[in-house]
């Protein structure tokens, strides 16, 4: 097979990273209106004339109208732009530290669907489950071209789950709060699954050290303000994926010597 040098593999990366976002942008924002990402027309949400193709090419089309609809005149979100080169952006460093062609594919479809679940996490506050179960057989994917350990992954998820049941139903029965959050021990379930145990072990030791991190920057700066911890649980994890074989050689290894 022919090799295809890594600038390539780089500037292709980047475009369907920026292909990718554009659905994240569309995804993110019709499924918690229960709008169909399948049918109807991209359409301006202000005016909603119908969008032609030249309006909808990833960032281009925003930098080119200067952040307006082409129609009406009106401010369209920054979020769109920034959503698709944070995508994108994602795309190309899972393409360049990809260790083989299997777990590179899987590194370019998992990375839009933690995007969609961090942009409706941050945005909306909930994770719809029909998007978790897909990240949830993307991880799986990922254990099968790792090491292969898909069953151990899912004992492992499943004894993350029981244990989660039981912590939020221990809450809950003591009123401490309203409860774990079922959204996180979904998430950690999947991050059990798709990360050799080791790594796992690594994942739980940053997403710690991300919440308190974030929990202490938001009580600082908005006092009110709710902290949901599924978009920093989706970061490490997506971090952990695409550094498996620098955590195992750095850390891993630096613990156990
Ligand atoms: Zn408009």
Redesign the pocket.
Known sequence: MVEIPLTIRLILAALFGLVFGSLVTALSYRQPRGLSIAKGRSL?P??V?TLAASDLVPVFSWVLNKGL?R????NISWRYPAIEITTATLCVIGMALSTTPEKMWVLLAITPAIMTLAVIDIEHKYLPNGLVLILALLAGAMRWVSDGEVLAGLALASGVVILGLLVDAGYRACMVSEGLGLGNVKLMAVGALALPLEVFIFFLALTTLLSIFFVVVYKCMRPNYEFYFCSTILASFWFCLVAEGFIKTSFVVAFID
């Open positions: 301006c202000y005016c004339h609809c129609y009406c005149g009106a």
